[in-house]
C-alpha cells in the first residue's frame, strides 16, 4: 500500500519534481501526486488516493547525501504534516521561514500567497509529466 508499483521510477520522478520548488514556495503532496501519470497497470482512481502517500514516502526515502528541499512539501490544507512540536516540525517550519514562507496563527501558509505554479513545460515534457493541479 505505501510503495507505488516502480517504485524506484516513482520515487525518482518526485525527487526530480522536488527539486524544482523554489525557495520561499511551498507544494502539497498532492499536487506533486497530480503530475505523475499512472502506471499502465493501475487504476487512475486508486492512483488518485495513494499517489499523495507514495510522494510522502519517496520523500521519506530520499538516500543520504542527495539534496532536496523536502521542507517545501506541506499537506494541501497549508499544514506541515509532522505533529506539532515534534522535531521535524520544527525544523521543517525553521527551513520554511527562513525561505521567507510565513505562517499564520494557526500554523497554516497562505497557499494564495505562496504555492509554487509547477514546473515548466519543458520540464514537464521532458520528465513525461502532467500540469499539476492548482493549490490555493
Same mark, same amino acid.
Given at each position: 500500500?505505501?510503495?507505488?508499483?516502480? *517504485?524506484?521510477?516513482?520515487?525518482?520522478?518526485?525527487?526530480?519534481?522536488?527539486?524544482?520548488?523554489?525557495?520561499?514556495?511551498?507544494?502539497?503532496?498532492?499536487?506533486?501526486?497530480? /503530475?505523475?501519470?499512472? #502506471? *499502465?497497470? /493501475?487504476?487512475?482512481?486508486?492512483?488518485?488516493?495513494?499517489?499523495?502517500?507514495?510522494?510522502?514516502?519517496?520523500?521519506?526515502?530520499?538516500?543520504?547525501?542527495?539534496?532536496?528541499?523536502?521542507?517545501?512539501?506541506?499537506?494541501?490544507?497549508?499544514?506541515?504534516?509532522?505533529?506539532?512540536?515534534?522535531?521535524? *516540525?520544527?525544523?521543517?517550519?525553521?527551513?520554511?521561514?527562513?525561505?521567507?514562507?510565513?505562517? #499564520?496563527?494557526?500554523?497554516?501558509?497562505?497557499?494564495?500567497?505562496?504555492?509554487?505554479?509547477?514546473?515548466?513545460?519543458?520540464?514537464?515534457?521532458?520528465?513525461?509529466?502532467?500540469?499539476?493541479? *492548482?493549490?490555493?
Amino acid at each position: 500500500m505505501f510503495n507505488p508499483p516502480n *517504485a524506484k521510477t516513482f520515487f525518482e520522478t518526485v525527487w526530480e519534481i522536488v527539486l524544482q520548488i523554489p525557495p520561499g514556495a511551498v507544494s502539497s503532496y498532492g499536487q506533486i501526486a497530480s /503530475m505523475i501519470p499512472p #502506471d *499502465a497497470d /493501475m487504476e487512475p482512481e486508486r492512483m488518485r488516493r495513494l499517489a499523495p502517500r507514495w510522494v510522502g514516502t519517496a520523500l521519506r526515502k530520499t538516500p543520504r547525501g542527495k539534496s532536496i528541499p523536502w521542507h517545501r512539501v506541506i499537506n494541501s490544507r497549508g499544514e506541515i504534516s509532522f505533529p506539532a512540536g515534534s522535531p521535524q *516540525a520544527d525544523e521543517q517550519r525553521r527551513l520554511l521561514e527562513q525561505e521567507g514562507v510565513e505562517f #499564520d496563527r494557526r500554523g497554516r501558509v497562505d497557499l494564495r500567497r505562496f504555492a509554487w505554479a509547477g514546473p515548466d513545460e519543458a520540464f514537464l515534457r521532458r520528465w513525461d509529466l502532467l500540469p499539476p493541479r *492548482a493549490l490555493g
